[in-house]
């Protein structure tokens, strides 16, 4: 079974600049969740997807930042412009359903730094 | 408002002897715990979770303990092994059925000697 797929590996911007991540998570899965994790912390969930509609995006800061999940399928996650403090990883992560008893699985991630 | 902490960065554990790694929260709203472990260049992986009716929950040399009264997650791995060195993350679920609100710990880097 083919796991979450996450492009680019590594991105280094400028401040001010703009960048797109993308991510294919695992066929079939319904839920996609984009997580932003800052080097010495736990990832912190920036926007969830059911399909192709957003079920949280509470801590997406959606003066910069932007999602979309267009066919319920792979999905990018857009900053722009980009600050310093952006600089992080991006995890993206999928499970079937969404429900607590299925496992949560994650790409790679995208390190972003901002210069 | 930090409602989950991982009090220790690192810990270093001999191969063979037990290691445990610990995690507080502070929301009582938590009822759903699970451990994700992470190696360097990969996305974290799924470990092992509990609920808030159990205490404790086992798989293989993994064992994860509740204690609600504390509010006070651990996992324990007996015996250790170096393979098992990785990034130990706890995460905290709150009345919901989903993961979408998710509260990861900080991490704990574990490192197995030989």
């Known amino acids: 079974e083919a796991g979450v797929a996450q492009s680019p590996r590594y991105k280094i911007i400028e401040k001010r600049q703009s960048v797109a991540f993308w991510c294919n998570p695992i066929?079939?899965?319904?839920?996609l969740y984009w997580y932003q994790q800052i080097l010495g912390q736990g990832p912190k969930l920036l926007i969830q997807?059911?399909?192709?509609?957003?079920?949280?995006d509470s801590q997406l800061p959606k003066d910069r930042f932007s999602a979309e999940r267009l066919k319920g399928v792979d999905s990018t996650l857009k900053i722009q412009p980009a600050k310093l403090e952006d600089s992080a990883v991006y995890l993206c992560?999928?499970?079937?359903?969404?429900?607590?008893?299925?496992?949560?699985?994650f790409g790679s991630g995208t390190q972003l730094s901002v210069l | 408002d930090q409602q989950v902490k991982q009090n220790s960065p690192s810990l270093s554990v001999q191969e063979g002897r037990i290691s445990i790694l610990n995690c507080d929260y502070t929301?009582?709203?938590?009822?759903?715990f699970l451990w994700y472990k992470k190696y360097p260049a990969e996305g974290p992986t799924f470990l092992i979770s509990?609920?808030?009716?159990?205490d404790k929950n086992e798989d293989g040399r993994f064992t994860v303990f509740l204690n609600k009264s504390a509010k006070h997650l651990s996992l324990h791995i007996v015996p250790s092994q170096p393979g098992d060195s990785a990034v130990y993350f706890c995460?905290?679920?709150?009345?919901?059925?989903?993961?979408?609100?998710?509260?990861f710990g900080q991490g704990t880097i574990l490192t197995v000697h030989p």
């Open positions: 997807f059911q399909n192709n509609g957003v079920v949280d």
């Open positions: 066929s079939g899965h319904a839920t």
């Open positions: 995460l905290f679920s709150a009345g919901g059925t989903s993961y979408g609100k998710l509260t």
């Open positions: 929301n009582s709203m938590f009822d759903y």
């Open positions: 509990i609920s808030s009716i159990k």
């Open positions: 992560a999928s499970s079937r359903t969404g429900r607590l008893n299925e496992k949560l699985f």
